[in-house]
């Protein structure tokens, strides 16, 4: 995020010194946070459920293959790193870059969606639903939650790449866009983060 955090670090051309502000804007933080507090409420629930049955949602965790989600966890990080040059970019008015740097994240998420795809289907095709036990009912609701917004981010990116195509600058009201954009995608990476680890490797 530290395309983010040095949004206010830019000084004036009359070297006067920079005016820090929110990125993005407050109202958007308010649904950020909110959003991760729903987040952390299911992933206790999903602790509680879990100290109830640990044997149970071991055995369901070491049955998992981890290949895609480990491609999953890679293709998420490239892809804010991708956001993070998208906006510097932008903010560079190097817009062609930015172009290639929100395109590139937007390929993440659609090779993320459909890994997604091919996880959900080998896990239906071998027996495993959210109605089989406590732990694949978790994963399903969790991973499809988190899924939904990289579906919504993807949307995101394409509004930011399609700015950054018409060159449209990151000053006044068009900075909200490209910052409150990049703040979601790391949101959903961040979630993903926590996620992940929790879900498919801790015992």
Known sequence: ???VIASD???SPTGAAPERHVPGEQGLWVFLLGDMVIFA???VAFLVDRAKDP???GAA???LDLTIPVTNTMVLLVSSLLVMIGVTGVRAARHRRAVRGFAGAMACAVVFVALK???YTHLVQGGDTPDSNPYFMWLFILTGIHLSHVVIGLVVLGVLMLRARRELPSEGRQRVF???GACYWHMVDLLWMVLFPLVYLVA
């Open 1 to 3: 995020m530290s395309d």
């Open 178 to 180: 490209y910052e409150g």
């Open 9 to 11: 670090r830019h000084g």
């Open 41 to 43: 409420v299911m992933f």
């Open 61 to 63: 965790r070491e049955s």
């Open 117 to 119: 795809g091919v996880e």
């Open 55 to 57: 044997e149970l949602f």
